[in-house]
């Protein structure tokens, strides 16, 4: 009897196991849960370095009168003042890729170089203009009377170079200008252009 029993039972569960169907296909996609809390935010990065401004370099010359010892020289058919400043700034770069701004003071505001004044009635003009060169920059003096000595308590000259501006001097200089301007920079106020470049005095 238990033997029967017992087969009985194996009989009964071999039949569940060989008759199990076929896979049924797959149910549908179950709804979207809940959107998880937001993580914490993470720590704040190092701040970066700045950049260089304008993609130029700058270096300023300062001269005082009372280091200027001017010699007197004929300048376009008259006499006039000039004094030649040395300086191993006024290098290749400068020439081909740069421009020199010279600006003087006089009582305290600065006034862009070449200055000219004249009277009202014309009959008397004077000029204070520069030129440079390389490893120099003069300076001439002139009046419709003759060589002078200027009211300048000191000169700034501003060297500007950039690797993006063309390389001849006159091209270089204008294009120099022209970025000046279009970044709405007054290149004729010293402190403008000083500001631009992030020049302290």
Not at 29 to 45: I, N, R, S
Not at 54 to 65: C, S
Not at 177 to 186: F, Q, R, T, W
């Given at each position: 009897?238990?033997?029967l ?9 071999l039949?569940?196991?060989s008759?199990?169907?076929p896979?049924?296909?797959?149910g ?7 959107k998880?809390?937001t ?6 990065g190092?701040?970066g370095?700045d ?9 300023v ?6 280091d200027?010892?001017?010699a ?6 008259q006499?006039s ?7 191993s700034?006024v290098?290749?770069?400068i020439i081909?890729?740069?421009?020199v701004f010279g600006?003087?003071s ?9 200055l ?5 009635d ?11 060169g390389?490893n120099?920059i003069?300076l001439?003096a002139?009046?419709t009377?003759g060589a ?5 308590s000191?000169y ?7 690797n ?5 001097k006159g091209?270089s200089?204008?294009s120099i200008?022209?970025?000046l301007?279009k970044a709405?920079?007054?290149i004729?106020?010293l402190d403008?252009?000083?500001d631009?470049?992030?020049?302290g005095?």
């Amino acid at each position: 009897m238990f033997k029967l029993m017992n087969l009985a039972i194996m009989i009964a569960f071999l039949g569940f196991v060989s008759c199990e169907g076929p896979e049924g296909p797959e149910g549908p996609v179950g709804p979207k849960g809940d959107k998880g809390d937001t993580g914490a935010t993470g720590a704040t990065g190092a701040t970066g370095q700045d950049g260089q401004d304008g993609n130029a370099n700058v270096t300023v010359i300062k001269l005082l009168a009372e280091d200027i010892t001017w010699a007197e020289e004929e300048f376009l058919g008259q006499p006039s003042n000039t004094f030649i400043l040395e300086s191993s700034n006024v290098n290749e770069d400068i020439i081909d890729h740069g421009a020199v701004f010279g600006y003087g003071s006089i009582e305290g505001e600065w006034f862009q170089l070449p200055l000219e004044f004249e009277l009202s009635d014309g009959s008397f003009k004077v000029n204070l203009l520069y030129t440079y060169g390389l490893n120099w920059i003069k300076l001439y003096a002139y009046s419709t009377s003759g060589a002078f000595e200027p009211a300048i308590s000191e000169y700034r000259f501003l060297l500007i170079t950039g690797n993006t501006v063309p390389g001849s001097k006159g091209a270089s200089e204008e294009s120099i200008k022209s970025m000046l301007i279009k970044a709405g920079v007054d290149i004729s106020d010293l402190d403008q252009v000083m500001d631009y470049y992030g020049i302290g005095f």
